[in-house]
């Protein structure tokens, strides 16, 4: 089992900001940018590209909302999407709210937040989520 599908399976705790059957999405733990959030299918895949379409697309549509949510919690330009997948081998959307193209240089200094904050910024989302 991948880290990520013990995640999505509440054996290791995360930071959840929205869930269906089919996909999870909760706080990346080295954030970019406050709200910085993965978006998993509960299924276990590496490589997003080896997904069939009609997953791939209900990930994406899942993935939309979860961004719509976190544009709210989290006032933004936009919210970029990007996916990288070289340290995790389980598929992920990271989305990332976006004041300029710098929040979505991978290579910057990641923040260090307090569990509080962690936890405030999930509620925050998962409020905006679950009022869809
Ligand atoms: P990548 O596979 O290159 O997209 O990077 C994996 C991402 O997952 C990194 O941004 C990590 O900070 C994040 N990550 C790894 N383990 C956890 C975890 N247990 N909870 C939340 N995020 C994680």
């Known amino acids: 089992m991948s880290i990520f599908?013990?995640?999505?399976?509440?054996?290791?705790?995360?930071?959840?900001?929205?869930?269906?059957?089919e996909f999870y999405a909760f706080l990346d733990i080295n954030?970019?940018?406050?709200?910085?959030?993965?978006v998993i299918p509960r299924r276990e895949v590496d490589y997003i590209f080896d997904m069939e379409?009609?997953?791939?697309a209900r990930?994406?549509?899942?993935?939309?909302?979860?961004?719509?949510?976190i544009k709210r919690a989290f006032p933004c330009v936009k919210?970029?999407?990007?996916?990288?997948?070289?340290?995790?081998?389980?598929?992920h959307i990271h989305l990332v709210p976006m004041q300029s193209e710098k929040d979505m240089n991978f290579s910057n200094p990641k923040l260090s937040l307090s569990k509080e904050e962690m936890q405030e910024a999930a509620d925050k989302?998962?409020?905006?989520?679950?009022?869809?």
Do not use: M, R
């Open 5 to 21: 599908s013990k995640i999505a399976a509440g054996e290791i705790p995360s930071y959840k900001c929205a869930e269906n059957e």
């Open 31 to 38: 954030p970019l940018v406050k709200g910085h959030t993965l």
């Open 53 to 56: 379409d009609d997953e791939l």
């Open 59 to 69: 990930f994406e549509v899942f993935a939309k909302k979860v961004a719509v949510a």
């Open 79 to 91: 919210v970029g999407q990007a996916v990288l997948g070289l340290e995790v081998p389980h598929a």
């Open 125 to 132: 989302i998962w409020t905006e989520f679950v009022k869809e």
